[in-house]
């Protein structure tokens, strides 16, 4: 069975074979990622930062800097690739259309993630519950407030997105923290789990 698809593979045309190849690997990465969601067993997602992050966390294109949505458009740009490389003649053109399929796969799963999210919220939940929680940064926080993130913070098993600030070094998505104080009654105060634990 592996022989012959290395032997069909081998076989591709060269500009073919590189979006097969990527369709391939993105969907059994994508396939597995979904399956772990699926049964709970954790997010397969990273942080990616740089400087002028916090520019791009006001304009909101910080959501598509993680791992899953680099997923997300190499399968859109894979199977694009394979579905149209008969079609388009031009190896150019071809590639700026795949291109774009690829980001609009990444739109499209943040506004499917953003209603999921939205479904699970059923928006009564008293904040101030949240004091001494342990929960996940959805968007990165800026070190030493100097501006806020996201965290998700379950109530009684629904998911809320809040503002979070925290006092000490910036502290990416998907790290754990605990909630230390409510800030304005709308703000949560957090520290990072790990760092918090190395100091006790």
Do not use: H
Request: contains cysteine; negative net charge; proline residues 2%.
């Amino acid at each position: 069975m592996v022989d012959m698809f290395l032997d069909w593979f081998n076989n591709l045309e060269p500009g073919i074979k590189v979006y097969w190849g990527i369709a391939i690997v993105t969907s059994t990465i994508f396939i597995v990622q979904t399956a772990i969601s699926l049964i709970g067993l954790g997010d397969f997602d990273m942080d990616v930062d740089f400087d002028g992050g916090d520019a791009l966390d006001g304009s909101g294109f910080s959501d598509m800097l993680s791992v899953k949505n680099a997923i997300n458009f190499l399968l859109g740009f894979g199977w694009a690739g394979v579905c149209l490389y008969d079609t388009i003649s031009s190896s150019i053109l071809l590639g700026i259309v795949a291109v774009l399929f690829g980001l609009s796969f990444v739109v499209a799963f943040i506004y499917l993630l953003k209603k999921v999210m939205k479904l699970e919220s059923n928006g009564a939940f008293d904040i101030n519950e949240a004091e001494g929680k342990t929960c996940s940064v959805y968007l990165r926080i800026p070190a030493n407030r100097s501006g806020t993130g996201k965290v998700q913070i379950s109530f009684d098993g629904s998911v809320q997105e809040l503002d979070a600030v925290t006092d000490g070094d910036m502290i990416p998505t998907g790290t754990k923290v605990v909630v230390m104080e409510i800030l304005n009654n709308n703000i949560l105060l957090v520290a990072s789990l790990a760092n918090k634990t190395t100091e006790e």
